[in-house]
């Protein structure tokens, strides 16, 4: 049995290991440290099951955006320790006042990001903030599975194929109390370069890493920059968004994205608000504000549930994600990504980040030069 014929066709959601009924297929990193189905022949009966819960290859549930709002958290402390404007809390506290399970990425004892399961506000603030690296689902579709079997109500919150991997897997079940929310993705990098980079930063400072932020707020939200705690010590940098943003460490599949358009999978669609002062004046403090999109019914009901947590604005949809181009297309592979990986794979991560950080550093100072250039020009 083969479940894809090229990596590009593989996004790691990991539907296919837990559908299986023999347990042959396992998940296991490759080279750049993404994780792809491995199928153990000697287990394997040819059932097909893991080829066609691919939602990947196959088709997905598709939700049609239905309305844009653009969302702040009223609970100020909600919104600075949280990636946008906090929206994901209200939808989640709702799911927890039920007595349900919210599921999500957190960071593991060692830093590296997993989904996990939470029934309290306490476990389920782990899932809050970025997490610029894939996430390990583990066993979650399962773990979902039996709580929705359980009469339990449920909020999946992780990347568009990881739901829409959800939900094919959740084919014959009751999903009548699930609700789901994608996160609008720029592309999931290697789990290996972050741990990598976390290596560095201890050698770098010489201690050990105690906390890590993808995004901190210190300086605004518009600020993109990384904190990462050496023995509770706060340091800013941003050597890993440099590279992030380059776009040479992540999956190959993303560059292949089939949800980067509003046919989402989920009930509620979570991303920045960038462009908000143009769209809505004087609602952003440059403290986070959410992009929301509801994409369904059901998430509608769920939104009008919970529009005293949070203030909000309802936009165009049209206008409110020109600036966020993953919803239009997916990242270009940059013709870099196999002379970065040849070079690692020769020279090892300190050598790399050297040599890349470096060439970036370069490269936008040129491009601030070029902008400020043209803004003199443009005046005169």
Not at 296 to 324: H, Q, T
Request: aromatic fraction near 12%.
């Amino acid at each position: 049995m083969k479940i894809f014929e090229s990596k590009n066709n593989c996004c790691g959601c990991s539907a296919c290991e837990q559908i299986c009924p023999k347990n042959a297929v396992k998940m296991e990193p490759d080279n750049e440290g993404f994780l792809y189905p491995v199928i153990d022949s000697s287990l394997c009966v040819e059932c097909g099951a893991c080829k066609n819960v691919c939602a990947f290859q196959n088709d997905y549930e598709k939700n049609k955006s239905q309305k844009a709002y653009a969302v702040k958290h009223k609970d100020f402390d909600t919104r600075m320790t949280s990636r946008s404007g906090g929206v994901f809390i209200a939808i989640s506290d709702y799911i927890l006042d039920k007595n349900g399970t919210v599921y999500g990425a957190a960071f593991d004892d060692d830093f590296s990001v997993c989904h996990i399961r939470t029934t309290n506000k306490s476990e389920r603030d782990r899932l809050k903030g970025s997490k610029y690296v894939q996430s390990d689902v583990k066993d979650t579709f399962a773990s979902v599975k039996n709580d929705l079997k359980n009469g339990m109500y449920v909020l999946f919150s992780g990347t568009a194929c990881q739901v829409a991997g959800l939900k094919n897997y959740l084919k014959n079940t009751d999903t009548s109390k699930l609700y789901t929310c994608d996160i609008v993705c720029h592309g999931v990098p290697s789990p290996r370069i972050w741990k990598e980079y976390l290596s560095h930063c201890e050698k770098k400072f010489k201690g050990k890493v105690t906390n890590a932020d993808f995004r901190d707020k210190t300086l605004g939200w518009k600020a993109h920059q990384e904190a990462i705690w050496i023995d509770n010590n706060k340091h800013i940098l941003r050597e890993y968004t440099y590279l992030f943003y380059e776009n040479d460490i992540e999956r190959p599949s993303c560059y292949n994205c089939k949800y980067t358009n509003l046919d989402r999978p989920a009930d509620f669609t979570l991303a920045d608000f960038w462009g908000i002062d143009r769209i809505v004046p004087n609602f952003s403090d440059n403290k986070g504000v959410s992009l929301l999109l509801v994409n369904s019914d059901k998430g509608c009901e769920l939104f009008n549930s919970i529009n005293n947590e949070i203030d909000f604005v309802e936009c165009d949809i049209n206008k409110s994600i020109e600036p966020n181009p993953n919803l239009s297309r997916p990242t270009a592979k940059p013709k870099s990504r196999e002379a970065f990986w040849i070079y690692y794979s020769k020279k090892g991560f300190e050598k790399t980040l050297k040599k890349y950080y470096k060439k970036i550093v370069i490269k936008r100072i040129k491009k601030r030069i070029n902008a400020k250039y043209k803004s003199i020009v443009k005046k005169v």
